[in-house]
T-cell receptor, first 110, second 112 residues
Framework: GQQVMQIPQYQHVQEGEDFTTYCNSSTTLSNIQWYKQRPGGHPVFLIQ?????EVKKQKRLTFQFGEAKKNSSLHITATQTTDVGTYFCAGDQYGNKLVFGAGTILRVKS | KAGVTQTPRYLIKTRGQQVTLSCSPISGHRSVSWYQQTPGQGLQFLFEYFSETQRNKGNFPGRFSGRQFSNSRSEMNVSTLELGDSALYLCASSPDRGLGGFFGPGTRLTVL
């Protein structure tokens, strides 16, 4: 079945450093979504990417969707302590199923 | 607008029992999807409802079922509970047909 691999599983950075998490799907996606979940909380929607090669920015966050619509990345510039949490990607296979990556846990040292 | 609400927030049941969880989407949202989150399996899609109809279903046994009412509120039922059903059950709402979206706080189900 469809799989979404997400790496790294865990990243510990110094405040001010950059952070990137990557997702790769085994099948072409209609869209990919990104979520952030704080410990004890629920996933919070960040963004949805639909177009091949799409790049979207939200302040220090940059999201990319690959040309083949099978991979995506989230890049955070100059991390802050408020960025801590688990970042999930979720691949939508043309409305049939939403498959989540395992998530990347981000810890930020101040 | 109020966010997605889920009740109850916490639930403890024993094996063999059944449970019903409720989700009220954001006002005006018509699609509700359900997810199970466990440390071992991560976030897994259960099913999606739109206009009172189940549109999609994940790879879960028939013990997991749901429904959606005319006001878009949705319920999820799990029958014959097993220990492995212990999880955080999340629902998400979106304005139109679509998976994911705005998540509620979840219901933490513990099966003893």
């Amino acid at each position: 079945g469809q799989q979404v691999m997400q790496i790294p599983q865990y990243q510990h950075v110094q405040e001010g450093e950059d952070f990137t998490t990557y997702c790769n799907s085994s099948t072409t996606l209609s869209n990919i979504q990104w979520y952030k979940q704080r410990p004890g909380g629920h996933p919070v929607f960040l963004i949805q990417l639909v177009k091949s090669g799409e790049v979207k920015k939200q302040k220090r966050l940059t999201f990319q969707f690959g040309e083949a619509k099978k991979n995506s990345s989230l890049h955070i510039t100059a991390t802050q302590t408020t960025d801590v949490g688990t970042y999930f990607c979720a691949g939508d296979q043309y409305g049939n199923k939403l498959v989540f990556g395992a998530g990347t846990i981000l810890r930020v040292k101040s | 607008k109020a966010g997605v609400t889920q009740t109850p927030r916490y639930l403890i049941k024993t094996r063999g029992q059944q449970v019903t969880l409720s989700c009220s989407p954001i006002s005006g949202h018509r699609s509700v999807s359900w997810y199970q989150q466990t440390p071992g399996q991560g976030l897994q899609f259960l099913f999606e409802y739109f206009s009172e109809t189940q549109r999609n279903k994940g790879n879960f046994p028939g013990r997991f079922s749901g429904r959606q009412f005319s006001n878009s509120r949705s319920e999820m039922n799990v029958s014959t509970l097993e220990l492995g059903d212990s999880a955080l059950y999340l629902c998400a709402s979106s304005p139109d047909r679509g998976l994911g979206g705005f998540f509620g706080p979840g219901t933490r189900l513990t099966v003893l």
